[in-house]
């Protein structure tokens, strides 16, 4: 048995040729005690704030049918499905098609956490027009680490009508080293609105082009703006260049 086949079967939930159901049927017959064990199994809080079932041991993709169970039947709260949705992953290392076909069924929080861990390219169309900034602003960061996302993904992102996700997609542009993000980045590095904002596209454009973002800062007198962060940033710029 070859590297890759293993690979290929712990990608996938086992028993693959079976349904849902008759998977957890086996696990149930199987090994009853810990089937109980970890279908009563309830996550914990994090230091952040998140919930997540913690222990290396609940990630044996054995029992990953299970965790998709539990999540796909919504009977426990958002928190919980989305610990548990979290699970699944770590378990396969990829989404489930049955996640991914009731995403758009979900809350916005979990249709941000199937687009941050989904391959689909349907789900990135999808992201692009979703209604809640929280998911397009997790499509920003995932396209500012992943090369089968097209930049021009960041470029939309640039304009969109949310100042978080403005950011997270400035953030990715110099990240994909996006030069045909320049022309965005140079109006938002200058409005007065958000200074975050602002920063933020003054950093991305100091990363692509250094000179641009340095010219930038000494139109428009940035190291005079009354945004703190950005006037102390914008003169450090210009000391670096000196």
Known sequence: MTLTFLFTLLSVPLFADESLSAQIEKLQLQSPV?????AELQPR????????????????PTWAPLY????LNGDENTEVRRALLHLVYRSLEQIPTDVENQYTEEPAILRADILANSDNSL?????????????????ARKAGISEEIST???VHLLQDQDDTVKMDAARASYRRDCM???PLLIPLSVQQENGTLALRSLYALSKINTEQAVAIVKKHQLAQSSHHNLAIFA??????QQ
Do not use: C, M, W
């Open 235 to 240: 003169a450090n710029l210009l000391k670096v």
């Open 123 to 139: 789900l990135t169309e999808q992201g692009l027009k979703d209604p809640s900034p929280l998911v397009r602003a997790a499509l």
């Open 45 to 60: 809080a994090t230091r952040a704030g998140h919930l997540r079932f913690v222990g290396s041991e609940l990630t044996d």
């Open 152 to 154: 021009a993904v960041i």
């Open 180 to 182: 045909d993000a320049i």
């Open 68 to 71: 998709l169970e539990r999540y």
């Open 34 to 38: 810990e089937y109980e064990r970890r």
